[in-house]
């Protein structure tokens, strides 16, 4: 018998009759834990009590740390400990009232052998729906199977008959009859351009800078190269301690002249001094430094898009990055000249942005700026989270409210648009928002996303709507008030068609000036998604 330390023989434990482990993946961040905490504990309540009337008890797989004020799996280390002990048969369901790291249950969830749940509540107090929405897509790319499930308390019979069939089965399937695959391409000028534009993405190829890559456990979010480069895009992978040192050399005086561009274009900055919990010049300053470095360095690189990680490791070095990645997307902002002064950098035209270095964002805000540019259309892009959403006036609104900042042509311009300090749960350093209310008209809706190990695109149409005041106020209210905020009502799809199927926490959006090219928009954007290889799915109603 030779000496080796072997591990020792874990035995599998048997799951426990009739009994469901939850589980609750939390943010990195101990201020956003504490201050989710009881919410998240509402919700479990609610769950645990709709899972007992079905006969059946909830066993929590972790208890909350006293020291840490809070019950929520705050790391991947932690989440692997935590499935350790949970028998690996047993039916799981990972409930969330808030934003989660999807990374922190990744690894137990792809081991599991039992039946996996992802709930969250209808709820937009924090973004539940946002977490869970990136769990599943990054599930999906795993390839792990699992159910999900969404309700305001789990009372009514919709969610109650689901959460059955699911306790029941181990499977819950929802109607995606919404979706359907691309039809033959009509022999049209817009499929003729989508198609060219497709070649010549391939042939000639399109640089995106990754100023560090992976944020906040968006799994999802992170596209291969063996994926990337055969569509003919490339990732320029690059660090933020280079945006910090290209900062560093940017002026006061230049960062000023930013400043003045948009006191001058009607921006409106709600100011204070402490610098805790209000928006101070002197974040503001660093901001527009950031807007100026990331300009350079997209020039030094000759990158056709740029996508700064910010809300881990950046967030405790300078103010946040919304600011600055919202002025990007946006044709129309503050000039910025070469460090020589020789030249203007990406004059007249946005250059893409993809918030939360999110890779599938990317490619769908390069794709959408080539074609909207070649039609003649305002490329101004960006992408939203899908937050919440209610009734109104007999159409289900959907609440599309990025954590920061839209270009502000989607506002209706700079004078209709405002910054206001980012949450200091969230963002420690501060930092404004570039925030307004997303002016009404015609939309197409998209998302790119890794199913079955190739890359996918769902397309739609949607129409922003103008809602009063004090309703955009009480949504405001009842998401975060420091965001922008999108209006919009999908075509053909109801909210449960929607939440089934879409495989991330973002969509992206792109104006059109009417209903018609918003539709030629899309076929033509379709036709270049179809060129380079993805699979696309048209969902709800779309005129091709
Ligand atoms: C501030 C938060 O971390 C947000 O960034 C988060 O909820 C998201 O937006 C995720 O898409």
């Known amino acids: 018998m030779t000496a080796y330390a072997f591990p020792p023989a874990t035995e599998p434990r048997a799951g426990e009759p009739d009994t469901v482990y939850l589980v609750a993946s939390g943010d990195l961040r101990q201020s956003a834990n504490v201050t989710c905490w009881p919410a998240q504990q509402r919700f479990e309540a609610d769950l645990t009590a709709a899972v007992g009337k079905l006969g059946r008890s909830v066993r929590r797989a972790h208890d909350p740390d006293p020291a840490k004020e809070h019950g929520f799996i705050d790391s991947q280390r932690a989440g692997i400990e935590v499935f350790a002990r949970i028998p690996r048969d047993a039916p799981v369901i990972v409930a969330e009232a808030v934003w989660q790291y999807s990374h922190h249950v990744l690894a137990g969830l792809r081991s599991h052998g039992g039946p996996i749940m992802l709930a969250a509540n209808w ?9 869970l929405l990136n769990l599943t897509a990054s599930l999906t790319k795993a390839r792990v199977e699992h159910a999900t499930l969404w309700s305001e308390d789990f009372t009514d019979d919709w969610a109650v008959r689901r959460l059955e069939t ?7 399937t929802h109607d995606t009859s919404h979706v359907r695959e691309l039809p033959e391409l009509p022999d049209t000028a817009e499929v003729a351009l989508g198609q060219a534009l497709g070649r010549q993405l391939m042939t000639d190829k399109a640089i995106i800078g990754v100023l560090d890559e992976g944020c906040m456990g968006m799994y999802n979010a992170i596209i291969d190269d063996e994926l990337l480069n055969p569509l003919g895009i490339y990732k320029e992978r690059l660090s933020q301690s280079t945006l910090v040192a290209e900062m560093r050399t940017v002026s006061d005086a230049e960062a000023g002249q930013v400043r003045a561009w948009l006191d001058k274009a009607g921006m409106k900055f709600h100011v204070g001094t402490d610098e805790a919990t209000e928006l101070t010049e002197a974040q503001l300053l660093s901001q527009f430094k950031m807007y100026i470095a990331a300009l350079r360095i997209a020039d030094d690189f000759g990158l056709d898009a740029i996508g700064i990680q910010y809300q881990q490791g950046l967030k405790d070095t300078v103010p946040a990055s919304d600011l600055a990645e919202g002025l990007l997307n946006d044709g129309n902002r503050p000039p910025v000249r070469s460090r020589d002064g020789y030249r203007e950098l990406y004059p007249g035209r946005p250059l893409p942005h993809f918030n939360e270095v999110d890779e599938g964002a990317a490619v769908d805000s390069l ?15 960006t992408l939203h989270d899908v937050r919440w959403g209610a009734d109104y006036d007999g159409e289900f609104v959907w609440v599309f409210e990025i954590s920061g ?6 506002n209706g311009g700079y004078d209709k648009s405002y910054s206001m300090r980012q949450p200091p749960m969230y963002f420690p350093l501060g930092g404004g ?3 307004g209310v997303a002016k009404p008209g015609e939309i197409v809706w ?8 190739s890359l996918h695109v769902d397309l739609g149409r949607a129409t922003v709507r103008e809602l009063p005041a004090a309703e955009t106020q009480r949504r405001l209210d009842a998401t975060t008030p420091q965001w922008p905020i999108m209006h919009a009502v999908l075509h053909g799809i109801s909210r449960d068609q929607f939440m089934a199927r879409h495989k991330a926490n973002h969509l992206n959006v792109a104006y059109a000036p009417d209903a018609r090219t918003a539709d030629r928009a899309l076929l033509a954007k379709a036709a270049l998604f179809h060129t380079i290889g993805l699979t696309v799915h048209l969902c709800g109603e779309v005129h091709i």
Request: proline share 6%; no cysteine.
């Open 433 to 435: 928002t570039l925030s």
């Open 405 to 410: 900042s839209v270009p502000a042509v989607h």
């Open 446 to 453: 998209s998302r790119v996303f890794i199913m079955d190990g």
């Open 166 to 172: 699911w306790l029941t089965t181990g499977r819950l």
């Open 123 to 131: 709820n937009g107090e924090f973004p539940g729906l946002v977490g």
């Open 367 to 381: 794709v959408t700026n080539r074609v909207w540019t070649a039609m003649g259309l305002d490329p101004a892009t």
